[in-house]
């Protein structure tokens, strides 16, 4: 399968990296790291060992034709990339970003069919041209309006080929919601608090993110989902639990001094929630932060 990774950071490496092993692969990203993987090539080290080097790196593509493209950018950049990917000729797109409303985003520029997908790998960028994949988890992907297709078919198989431990699901609903709690518990937790995920498994941050994700509950609730609110905060121990020694991706933000997704993630939990105050406290409080760096 011919493949464009838009969005090649910490993740979007690690999945454009273990695509280009069986894959032809063309990852869109910005310098110093592209420049760095068209030059030596994109080494990944952590749960894998290897050097791959894929067919194309650019950091905005022209003319594209691709079978798939795999759309892995922050929230706030998704229009922007449904805007640079207009005028390639794709089959199918996949969305594996956080926060909620990307596959509507990228269906409203895209002539093919979006996918919507959740990953819980762990990848984090160690330095330009390498990624260090921190831990193994599963890709699930399927129509965001749940149910079945052919394209959803397709790309699961090929990701079943690169190694990909893969689930075609007909639930993406309920999934992405259970994501967004998951995000909602984690990520704006661990970002103020500076901790890494496995703090989240007692003392008080433990309260925060399991009340944050009981909020998120009851917002899918409010959207027709089924997403019992014990089945959310449970969703969040047992995801801090196996990423126990990893940096949240917002967390990273924070040290990195970089705008977060908090408007995608506690923010939209927080606009649809009936009552919400876990979460409009946690995106206050990260707006607060952003706005003093000049982020916002």
Known sequence: MDVVVFGAGSLGSLVGGLLAREHQVTLVGR?????????????VDGE???????????SLPADVRADLAVVTVKADDTAAAASALADCDLRAALSLQNGMGNEATLAAHLDCPVL???????????????????????????????GTAAEADE???????????????????????????????INATTALARVENGALLDGPAHAVATAAARE??????????DLPVADAAAAVEAVADATAANTSSMHQDVRAERRTEVDAINGYV???????????????????????????
């Open 31 to 43: 310098d110093p790291h592209v420049d760095a993987i068209a030059t030596d090539g994109l080494r």
């Open 48 to 58: 894998f060992e290897f050097l791959v080097r894929p067919d194309a790196v650019t």
């Open 116 to 146: 919507a997908g959740t990953c819980t790998y762990g990848a984090l960028l160690a330095e330009a041209g390498r990624v260090t994949c921190t831990g193994v988890g599963e890709i699930a992907l399927g129509p965001p309006e749940g």
């Open 155 to 185: 790309v699961g198989d090929a990701f079943e080929r690169a190694g990909f431990e893969t689930t075609v699901a007909d639930d993406m609903p309920r999934r992405l919601w259970e994501k967004l709690a998951v995000n909602a518990g």
């Open 216 to 225: 998120a509950a009851r917002a899918a609730q409010a959207a027709g989902v």
């Open 270 to 296: 927080a606009d649809r929630a009936e009552n919400a105050p876990v979460n409009r406290t946690l995106a206050r409080l990260l707006r607060a932060w952003e706005r003093s760096r000049g982020l916002r």
